[in-house]
């Protein structure tokens, strides 16, 4: 599990004083960003290389309302991948007020740059060999 | 069952060329604006009464991508309300290219404007009303 | 001149309880698509033909804030074009208060996919008779 | 003048595979944020007060695109400030290019929450003298 910080933009509030729900989807691809950057398998790195993880999947959970200026601790893990899907897995913690804000899960194919699905293991088996290696159980 | 159309605006794309996958989230507000509206309980007339919605709970499946320009037909329907929980469907039709793009739901739960519970029966059963009778099995 | 009108969102306002002001820009983006396309030199025509036209310069004045719900009616205008930069203006009436609520421009480049920039007259000089015979005073 | 870095999202990125102009106008609000933090007088603090500052105009020119992952260095300070209009200047500098991407100014009036002008020096001395004693020349 590794974690990411964010810190939240006014632009990212709406007229109920409360970060609009759709941006929390937004951080979740902050935090994969930089889990998969930590992890050696940057986004830019794999587009580069023709490979793309399009999102198939997304849930969110809303527990409790992040503020303007709340900093949100997104805790990030890779919880499934057999070799096709990936799983993503995120918890927010509101560090300003301390509770647990959100829980979600994103859900990713590989496709190349035509759409097309790819088998990671044989077209690109250091990423396979990555993903497989950093699945953590919850 | 209602349906909502939205056109792909250009700054909704990213550079997969495809719709983030964030703005679904957002339509399906845009959808389920325009069906309360209908229903005669608009988000507007809610909020001038002190009843808020806030989101608990969001699911989403991106079936086929959504591009420029494209136009998407959202079909959104009550798939719940017994009284405390809202649940709202969503079917997005890509009437572009005729493929079903996406289906997703929220959930919803109703405050008051300090974030406290409401129980609708009691203090808007006009509200309470309209959604019970407007729930539509898939 | 033509008009184009924007429903506003939900998701577009923030805690001050209007319409952020980042979403004006947005809106003169729908508001120049709808323009383009009615004159016949749609963005997505263009794009299919290798033209880009990025934005270089945008200036936006606020006089009065839009709210949610409100309807937006934006008028918008190539104001100038004279063979490489493209200037089009924009007036956004809030229909729903009857006040003028933003005025502002945008300015515009012509290139191809790299980036390189391109003389319209010499390679797409149909799109450059469009927009000389489009300019309108203000 | 203050310096903020901000990394690039994927989901900043438009079907041009460079970032939305928009977004450079919530990179603006996310420095100046800042740059009230770094003076004493955040944002946060002020609207706790009653004090609101909305933007009446922006203006922006785009000179090289930025990109996914690039990270972007924007120096912020108050160019003008005599009492009643506040002047932010903006210089984006791409590190990741090393190239001066964008330039911009932000001008905002100061309101209470009913959206009543508010002359500073008179309900907001200490926030009249920081903002007069932070204004730099260009």
Redesign the interface.
């Known amino acids: 599990m590794e974690s990411y910080c964010h810190k939240v ?3 990212e ?6 970060v ?4 929390y ?2 951080w979740m ?2 935090a994969r ?1 930089e889990l998969l950057d930590r992890l050696g398998i ?3 790195s794999m587009e580069a290389r023709g490979l ?1 993880s ?9 527990l409790r ?1 992040c ?3 709340d900093v949100v601790q997104i805790n990030v893990a890779i919880s499934e991948f057999r070799g096709v899907r990936l799983v993503v897995s995120y918890e927010m913690i509101n560090t300003t007020t301390g509770e647990l804000a959100c829980t979600g899960a994103s859900q990713h194919c590989f496709t190349d740059q035509t ?1 097309k699905p790819i088998i990671l293991r044989k077209q690109y088996p250091d990423v396979d060999a990555v993903l497989r290696t950093s699945v953590q159980n919850a």
């Not at 609009?20 to 941006?23: K, L, P, Q, T």
């Open positions: 933009h006014y632009y509030t709406d007229k109920m004083g409360i609009h729900h759709s941006n989807i937004r691809e902050e960003v940057s986004f830019a793309l399009p999102v198939v999947g997304i849930e969110c959970r809303y309302p503020r303007f200026d759409g």
